[in-house]
């Protein structure tokens, strides 16, 4: 069965470094996305991406944040500099249409120290 | 006030008890997602679902789009059936297109 996969499955980091989390969604759907989970809390919307453009992201995905396709399978995460805050669980997720199923990765845990 | 509100925040059941998690909403959606998220973080997608009912083994979930409200079922619940169920609305305006409940963990006891 076909799978949305993530790298890496835990990140730990110095605060003010770079980082990049990594998603090779499903082969045929066109609409990718971001959440982040913060320990204990709610799952958080971050991005979306449809057709090589940001096509909606939420107050957190401020200018530290930014997405990627760089080629036809890999769709990433880049976070400049990192803050403590940015600690949490980042989900992708992709689907073959806008209001379609979504398929999430296993999650990338990022540990900012 | 959250948009998605779930209830209960923990449930815990015997093995083979009904189990119903309840879901509200306040905003306008054109679907709404049930998620499964496992111990160890993954999340699957359960249901997508915008009218009625739909029906996948022993799990049942629900909408009532009047009222502004979903429920998801289990039947005949199994340890395995062990997670947390996350609620979460696809709104239909605005720009954070899917709104997360803070879900609903369960615990089933053999």
């Known amino acids: 069965e076909p799978e949305v996969t993530q790298t890496p499955s835990h990140q730990v980091t110095q605060m003010g470094q770079e980082v990049i989390l990594r998603c090779v969604p499903i082969?045929?759907?066109?609409?990718f996305y971001w959440y982040r989970q913060i320990l204990g809390q709610k799952v958080e919307f971050l991005v979306s991406?449809?057709?090589?453009?940001?096509?909606?992201k939420s107050e957190i995905f401020d200018d530290q944040f930014s997405v990627e396709r760089p080629d036809g399978s890999n769709f990433t995460l880049k976070i400049r500099s990192t803050k403590l805050e940015d600690s949490a669980m980042y989900f992708c997720?992709?689907?073959?249409?806008?209001?379609?199923?979504?398929?999430f990765g296993e999650g990338s845990r990022l540990t900012v120290l | 006030k959250n948009e998605v509100e779930q209830s209960p925040q923990n449930l815990t059941a015997q093995e083979g008890e009904f189990i119903t998690i309840n879901c509200s909403y306040s905003?306008?959606?054109?679907?709404l997602h049930w998620l499964q998220q496992h111990p160890g973080g993954g999340i699957v997608s359960l249901f997508m679902l915008s009218s009625g009912k739909k029906k996948h083994g022993r799990l049942i979930a629900t909408i009532n789009i009047q009222e502004k409200h979903s429920s998801l079922h289990i039947t005949a619940s199994h340890p395995r059936d062990s997670a947390v169920y996350i609620c979460a609305a696809l709104k239909n305006s605005g720009n954070t297109p899917l709104v997360f409940g803070k879900g609903t963990r369960l615990s089933v006891i053999a």
């Open positions: 082969s045929n759907h066109l609409y």
């Open positions: 905003v306008g959606i054109s679907a």
């Open positions: 997720a992709s689907s073959e249409s806008f209001a379609g199923e979504l398929f």
């Open positions: 991406f449809y057709n090589n453009e940001i096509s909606e």
